[in-house]
């Protein structure tokens, strides 16, 4: 029987996304509070003659099975590294929403690396998979990481940030995805013409995360990509007003969107939030999450 490695990780919540004017590259800097959220993505690898990827879950079919899958990009990066041939069967079991702004594909990425990096005994150390996860895309470190963290730059430089509690989240999917780079665009299209300060951290909203406040944390929640969503997707205001009036503290668009995320007081009004917001009809489903999580780990 071959050796076999799992590894869990964590999909991710911006609790705060600043972003910048675009840069001569077209990327943005950006200040990005990330926390990592406890909703699963697991990676499985199986050594194998070939590089194979294969998916199971709710949204497995919108999911790249080719060489442009995160996950494969991972091994065929720490493969060329270290110089050994990148056979390996990579199974996704795949929870997080694809295209959600919840950083799914970035998760596999972090994932299949920590993984690889156990079955094939290459031992990298912790800064070098960084370093790779940070050539593979902005939000892969933060999903081998995990907890919570400051990512500036185009989001990829990361510092840890204290969590003092646990958060009661609400995540509302809706159909069909956004892109990212689409979500930038209309950003650009909005702001055209508009001076925009560089990014900085909300100190009130780092205050309130060290002390596991989520009254405060539930004001100084903000991103400004949510009106370049709501711009691509006008019917997430529906949804953000469900959630708001189901009694959540705050809801925002999550990241690029068009998942919206939902803060609640504790876990049974989390419930009470995610049951009102499939009966409104405003999503296709509501799934209550605990943060800080762990980042990638092995199983
Ligand atoms: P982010 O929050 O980092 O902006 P996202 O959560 O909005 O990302 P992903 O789920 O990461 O979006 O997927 C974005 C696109 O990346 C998908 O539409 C798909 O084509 C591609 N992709 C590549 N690898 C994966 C993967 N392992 N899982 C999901 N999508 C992937």
Known sequence: MSATVTVRVPAKVNVQLAVGAARPDGFHDLANVFLAVGLYDEVTVTESDELRVTCAGPDAGQVPLDRTNLAARAALALA????????VHLHIAKDIPVAGGMAGGSADG???LVACDALWGTNASREELLDICAELGSDVPFSLVGGAALGTGRGEKLRPLEAG???????????GGLSTPAVFREFDRLNEGVRIPGPTASDELLAALAKGDAHTLAGALSNDLQPAALSLRP?????LAA???AG?????????GPTTAFLAADAE???????????????RAARVAESPAVGATVV
Not at 80 to 87: C, I, K, L, N, T
Not at 235 to 239: F, I, V, W, Y
Not at 269 to 282: C, E, I, M, Q
Request: a positive charge; aromatic letters at 8%.
């Open 235 to 239: 019917s997430l205001a529906d949804t």
């Open 80 to 87: 060329e590294r270290y110089g050994r041939r990148p056979g």
């Open 248 to 256: 959540a503290l705050a809801g925002l668009v999550s990241g690029s």
């Open 110 to 112: 972090a994932a299949a």
């Open 269 to 283: 009004s989390a419930t009470a939030v995610a049951r009102a917001l499939l009966a409104s009809g405003t999503c």
């Open 243 to 245: 959630g708001r009036a």
């Open 165 to 175: 509690g646990t958060f009661h989240w609400v995540f509302a999917m809706a159909d």
